[in-house]
């Protein structure tokens, strides 16, 4: 869309995460000007807990966006899209924050997605085989929402349930502190609630702890303008305009997807080039790893979450794929390792981050034996699950295992056994992949964003191991930029989703295969199969 005026116009993205809270300010070419970050709290009151505070994080919202705009003036700034991890809010009739937790501390009023506290509850809503089921891939899991409302009502019946009025996903409680606009996403009630845009509310009984507490009616797809933009309390908080356009939220992980999916990528020799957006898979990996596939029609995936109706890009079905812990993982695994305090020394040393010693290093012991250094790990294999498989085995109850340690404990046994790890999370990408495949999908070329995706050794094994070329962004930030995406529809700067993410989403590095490797991720891959087999044969030896 073409405008007279010289004066350079912005969008704000702001990003949710695990851990903090982070602002960007994007131009409408999709460049990042600038960002900030603050950390927000997490509590653990008991096993499998996760709680927040949503006051916490609004308060952290406002202040990253006041420092990223500090340049700029306030009429410069076109709209403000928020993305978020799918943790559920609590408010009580009058917006208050409502406790989910016993200690009754009302500020602790967020479940967190990664929260699997209700485990036993996603199993018995799984149990009843109700027809919902077969838009999350057969298997309820206790990061969506119906669980978690479930476990409220029957643990905290007299106090959290009592007195709730209002549950919001995270990312449509930003909009709504933003706009006052209750208006939900149709990406967060379509991905985490069981709700289908061409059906509507599920009225049975099995959905009653739903239907009694959350009741909306207006829904809206992702970038579609929020309720009449930013309001005067919330500009004030923020540092804008009252009535900045502000866009329907997303999900952390879709808005990673809208970051990078939709690229232009004429003049790389991709396969996707002169095909459908439908060719691509976005894999968004940080502290947990999503895996999003989109098509023009309805593909039912076992194990594998969707299809959603708009849930990412309006009109275009998605299949939402998953992994619970990989950064999250990967961290556990180093840091808990007897070698760790020798990795930090020689890290701080040399001045590296642990990961690029660690990378470093592996390069080192592979020249030194003479092999590829992806070889060096043949001997030991991973099953990555200790938080439970996502996708497409879809079952929480699953825990990790390790095949091939030896007695010693050196940094050399730490470098294999992350690059043990990493190889497992690559081939988990694609157990997934092979599931897609199979019930329709048609996947030729992966696109990575988020932490993990600044990891070169963990981008080339996930090359190596799907036999797939990879894209990297060109803004390393391609969360925020998704986010900015849909500040920039909200302000019909851009006349769709598509366009935007054409014109503000770029491509940044081609990462290809190494096919003489194929061979040996075929017989790592037959392993890792055989891991999960084993694993759960043992687990019910030991309880029959």
């Not at 000007?33 to 096993?47: L, R």
């Not at 076109?78 to 799918?86: N, P, Y």
């Not at 990575?448 to 894209?471: D, R």
Request: with cysteine.
């Amino acid at each position: 869309m073409a405008r007279s005026d010289p004066v350079e116009w912005y969008y704000v993205g702001v990003d949710v995460g695990t851990a903090s809270v982070r602002a960007a300010l994007v131009t409408r070419e999709g460049q990042v000007k600038t960002t900030a970050e603050e950390m927000v709290t997490i509590w653990k009151p008991h096993s499998d807990h996760y709680v927040q505070s949503s006051t916490d994080i609004w308060a952290k919202c406002c202040s990253t966006v006041r420092k990223v705009t500090q340049g700029v003036q306030r009429n410069q700034v076109r709209g403000v899209g928020f993305d978020a991890t799918c943790s559920l809010v609590v408010l009580d009739q009058n917006f208050q924050p409502v406790a989910v937790n016993q200690d009754g501390e009302a500020e602790r009023n967020v479940v967190m997605w990664m929260d699997h506290r209700a485990a036993e509850q996603a199993a018995r809503i799984t149990s009843t085989g109700h027809r919902v089921l077969s838009r999350v891939g057969g298997v309820m899991s206790p990061e969506m929402q119906p669980p978690k409302l479930l476990w409220l009502k029957e643990n905290l019946r007299a106090t959290c349930w009592r007195d709730a009025a209002h549950f919001l996903d995270l990312p449509d409680f930003l909009s709504w502190k933003a706009t006052a606009s209750l208006a939900r996403s149709l990406c967060t009630v379509v991905c985490k609630w069981t709700y289908c845009p061409t059906e509507k509310w599920d009225t049975s009984e099995q959905r009653e702890p739903i239907n009694k507490k959350y009741q909306t009616h207006v829904t809206c797809c992702p970038g579609s303008p929020v309720g009449e933009g930013l309001t005067q309390e919330a500009a004030a908080e923020l540092g804008l305009d009252t009535g900045t356009a502000v866009g329907a939220s997303l999900i952390d992980a879709h808005a990673g997807g809208l970051g990078v999916i939709g690229a232009d990528v004429r003049g790389f020799s991709l396969p996707c080039e002169d095909q459908p957006i439908t060719s691509r898979m976005a894999m968004i990996c940080g502290t947990s790893s999503c895996h999003m596939a989109i098509s023009q029609g309805p593909l039912f995936v076992p194990g594998v979450w969707g299809p959603y109706l708009s849930g990412m890009v309006p009109e275009l079905w998605l299949n939402e794929g998953g992994q619970s812990a990989t950064g999250r993982l990967i961290d556990h695994v180093v840091k808990g390792h007897v070698a760790y305090p020798q990795l930090q020394e020689q890290a701080v040393k040399g001045g590296e981050h642990i990961y690029s010693y660690l990378n470093r290093h592996l390069s080192s012991m592979a020249k030194d034996l003479g092999a590829p250094l992806e070889l060096l790990a043949s001997s030991l294999h991973v099953w990555p699950d200790f938080h439970g498989n996502r996708s497409p085995l879809a079952d929480p109850t699953l825990r990790g295992a390790v095949v091939g340690l030896p007695l010693s404990q050196t940094l050399d046994d730490l470098a294999l056994l992350y690059l043990a790890t990493v190889q497992a999370l690559a081939l988990g990408t694609q157990h997934i992949l092979e599931a897609m495949t199979q019930a329709g999908h048609d996947i030729t070329t992966l696109f990575l964003c988020g932490g993990l995706s600044k990891n070169p050794l963990y981008v080339q094994i996930h090359a190596n191991a799907t036999g797939l070329p990879l894209v990297l962004p060109a803004q390393t930030e391609a969360v925020l930029v998704g986010a900015a995406v849909l500040g920039a529809c909200a302000s019909h700067d851009y006349s769709s989703i598509l366009e935007a993410m054409e014109k503000m989403a770029k491509v940044g590095k081609v990462v290809q295969p190494d096919h003489e490797l194929w061979s040996f991720y075929r017989k790592k891959y037959s392993v890792f199969l055989r891991l999960h087999v084993h694993q759960r044969e043992y687990m019910a030896l030991m309880n029959d």
